[in-house]
C-alpha cells in the first residue's frame, strides 16, 4: 500500500522544512507549496491525502484556499488541518465555517501533530471505504447477473435485484435464509451438495424450474477461502440462459430432423443409381423403372419441398413487406395456394369453403400467399380434406379476424403454442411419416407478426380438426390507410 501523501502549505521555509521533517520521519510521503495560489495548483496537479495548512499567508490566505477546495466535488472530502498562531475563539469558528476539519495551534508539539494526521488520515481511510462500499452496492444492486453470496454454512448474505428475479424470492426473504432452502425448489444438474468438501463442487451447473414455463439459470460457483485454505464464503454468480439453451436445442433438433428426412428419400435414389452399376442392374433397373418411377419422382419433390422449406424460412424478411401493403384478395390468394399444393402432388388438395363474401385482408398479395401455403399445406400434411374460411372485422379491435376451420388431424391442447415453434412437430420421434421440417407455421406466425398481428389455436381435438385465429390490424405499423374488408 503506497504511503499517503501530505501537501504542508507555508510561506515561511522553515515551518515547511519543520513539519516535513517530523512527517518523512513517520513514513508519509510530503509536497510542499509556499503559498495560496500554489497550493492550489498543487492540489490541481495531484491530490493529497491530507493538507497542513498555514492560515496567515500573503495573498489568499489559509481560510480562502480552504473554501475553495470545498467548493470543488475532487477536494471537497480531503482533510485540512489549519496551522495557526491565532487561539481566539472567532479564528476557530472562521476556519471551521471555511470547512476546516481540525487546528494545530504554533508553535506546535510533534507528539500532537503526528496523532491528528494519523486520525484523521484514518477517518479519511474508512470514508474511502465507505464511499467506494455505497458504489459497490449500486453496481451489485442493478448487474444483469444475479450475484448470491453465502457463508459456508449456506447462510444466505446478500442476493441482488437479479437473483431475487431469477429464484423468485421477495426481497425480505433474500437474507437470511440458507441456500439450500433457495434451490430446493428447483432441479439442479449436475446436482450440488452444500456440504461437499471446498474445492469438490461443481464450477458450474444449470438451475432448472420443475414447472413450466421452462427456467434454465447458469450458476458459475466461487469459493474464497482465507490464507489458511479455510472456507470463508461461497458466490454464486446466476444468469439466465433459457433462450440459449432452448437455441442450442432447436439446433441439434434441426440437425436431426435434416438428417432423417433427408435419408430415406436419398437412400432409395442411391438404390436406384447403384442398379445401373452393370448390366444386369441396368436390365432389371429398365424393367423396375415404370413402376419405380413414382416413387422416385416423389421422394425427389419431397427433398425439393426441404429445400424450398429452408429457402423460404431462411429469406422471410425478403418476403414481409408491411410498410408497402395493399389490400390483398383472400380468394385470389386461396385460389394460388392451392394451385401450387396441386403442382407439388405431394399432398391431396382441401376443399376451400367461405363462409363470408369478406375478401380483403391489409397484407402484401405475395406475403398473402406465403401465408396461405404455409396454413392450408398443413391443414393436407395432417390429413384435412376442407377448410372453412370466415373472413370478418372486429371495430373494437380495429382489426380484421380470420378463421381457419380444418377437418385434419388435430392438436393435442398441450401443443396449442408449440407448434408454432420453429422446427417442432407433434410427432414426437421424427418418423418421416409427415413431409417437412416443423417450419410452416413458425413461418405463418413470423409473416403475420411482421404485420403487428397475432395468429393462434383456439380451438383443436384430437381426430376432428382445428380452428386457427389470424387477427391483422386493419393499418400494419408503417403501412398506408387501409378500407374494411368487402
Known amino acids: 500500500m503506497a504511503e499517503p501523501t501530505i501537501l504542508v502549505v507555508d510561506d515561511e521555509s522553515i515551518n515547511r522544512e519543520l513539519l516535513s521533517h517530523r512527517l518523512r520521519r513517520e513514513g508519509y510521503r510530503v509536497r510542499t507549496a509556499v503559498d495560496g495560489s500554489s497550493a492550489l495548483a498543487a492540489v490541481g496537479e495531484e491530490l493529497p491525502d491530507l493538507i497542513l495548512l498555514d492560515v496567515m499567508m500573503p495573498g489568499i490566505d489559509g481560510f480562502e484556499v480552504t473554501r475553495r477546495l470545498r467548493q470543488a466535488v475532487a477536494t471537497r472530502a480531503i482533510p485540512i488541518v489549519l496551522v495557526t498562531a491565532l487561539a481566539d475563539r472567532e479564528s476557530k469558528l472562521t476556519g471551521l465555517q471555511a470547512g476546516a476539519d481540525d487546528f494545530l495551534t504554533k508553535p506546535f508539539d510533534p507528539v500532537e501533530l503526528i496523532a491528528r494526521v494519523r486520525s484523521l488520515l484514518r477517518l479519511r481511510y474508512f470514508q474511502s471505504l465507505s464511499a467506494q462500499r455505497e458504489l459497490l452496492d449500486a453496481a451489485f444492486t442493478d448487474l444483469t447477473a444475479g450475484i448470491l453470496v453465502a457463508e459456508p454454512d449456506g447462510t444466505v448474505l446478500a442476493l441482488n435485484k437479479r437473483g431475487r428475479h431469477l429464484l423468485n424470492v421477495r426481497e425480505e426473504q433474500a437474507v437470511g435464509l440458507n441456500l439450500t432452502e433457495h434451490l430446493d425448489r428447483f432441479e439442479l444438474s449436475p446436482p450440488w451438495d452444500l456440504g461437499a468438501p471446498a474445492g469438490t463442487a461443481p464450477a458450474q451447473f444449470d438451475i432448472h424450474r420443475k414447472t413450466d414455463p421452462p427456467l434454465v439459470i447458469e450458476a458459475r460457483l466461487s469459493t474464497i477461502s482465507d490464507p489458511e485454505g479455510q472456507l470463508v464464503y461461497y458466490a454464486l454468480v446466476l444468469n439466465d440462459v433459457t433462450a440459449e439453451r432452448r437455441s442450442d436445442r432447436l439446433r441439434r433438433d434441426f440437425f436431426s430432423l435434416t438428417a432423417h428426412k433427408i435419408r430415406t428419400p436419398m437412400t432409395i435414389l442411391r438404390g436406384l443409381?447403384?442398379?445401373?452399376?452393370?448390366?444386369?442392374?441396368?436390365?432389371?433397373?429398365?424393367?423396375?423403372?415404370?413402376?419405380?418411377?413414382?416413387?422416385?419422382?416423389?421422394?425427389?419433390?419431397?427433398?425439393?419441398?426441404?429445400?424450398?422449406?429452408?429457402?423460404?424460412?431462411?429469406?422471410?424478411?425478403?418476403?414481409?413487406?408491411?410498410?408497402?401493403?395493399?389490400?390483398?384478395?383472400?380468394?385470389?390468394?386461396?385460389?394460388?395456394?392451392?394451385?401450387?399444393?396441386?403442382?407439388?402432388?405431394?399432398?391431396?388438395?382441401?376443399?376451400?369453403?367461405?363462409?363470408?363474401?369478406?375478401?380483403?385482408?391489409?397484407?402484401?398479395?405475395?406475403?398473402?400467399?406465403?401465408l396461405l401455403r404455409e396454413l392450408l399445406e398443413n391443414v393436407a400434411k395432417f390429413g384435412g380434406s376442407s377448410v372453412e374460411l370466415t373472413l370478418q372485422e372486429v371495430p373494437s379491435?380495429?382489426?380484421?379476424?380470420?378463421?381457419?376451420?380444418?377437418?385434419?388431424?388435430?392438436?393435442?391442447?398441450?401443443?396449442?403454442?408449440?407448434?408454432?415453434?420453429?422446427?417442432?412437430?407433434?410427432?414426437?420421434?421424427?418418423?418421416?411419416?409427415?413431409r417437412g421440417f416443423g417450419l410452416g407455421l413458425s413461418i405463418a406466425r413470423r409473416v403475420v407478426t411482421a404485420y403487428g398481428g397475432t395468429i393462434e389455436v383456439v380451438a383443436s381435438e384430437p381426430g376432428r380438426g382445428s380452428t386457427f385465429r389470424l387477427r391483422l390490424p386493419q393499418q400494419p405499423p408503417g403501412a398506408p390507410p387501409a378500407g374494411p374488408p368487402t
Do not use: M, W
Open 397 to 434: 379491435a380495429a382489426a380484421v379476424e380470420l378463421l381457419l376451420r380444418d377437418n385434419a388431424r388435430g392438436i393435442p391442447h398441450e401443443h396449442f403454442e408449440s407448434i408454432f415453434r420453429e422446427c417442432f412437430q407433434v410427432d414426437p420421434h421424427f418418423t418421416g411419416q409427415v
Open 273 to 370: 443409381v447403384e442398379l445401373l452399376d452393370d448390366e444386369v442392374g441396368v436390365g432389371l433397373a429398365t424393367n423396375l423403372l415404370p413402376d419405380l418411377l413414382p416413387d422416385l419422382l416423389d421422394k425427389l419433390d419431397e427433398v425439393t419441398d426441404i429445400t424450398e422449406d429452408l429457402l423460404r424460412h431462411s429469406n422471410l424478411a425478403e418476403f414481409c413487406s408491411p410498410a408497402a401493403a395493399p389490400q390483398a384478395s383472400l380468394r385470389q390468394a386461396v385460389a394460388d395456394a392451392l394451385a401450387h399444393l396441386t403442382r407439388s402432388q405431394a399432398v391431396a388438395v382441401p376443399a376451400v369453403i367461405y363462409a363470408t363474401t369478406a375478401d380483403r385482408l391489409p397484407l402484401a398479395p405475395a406475403d398473402l400467399l406465403l
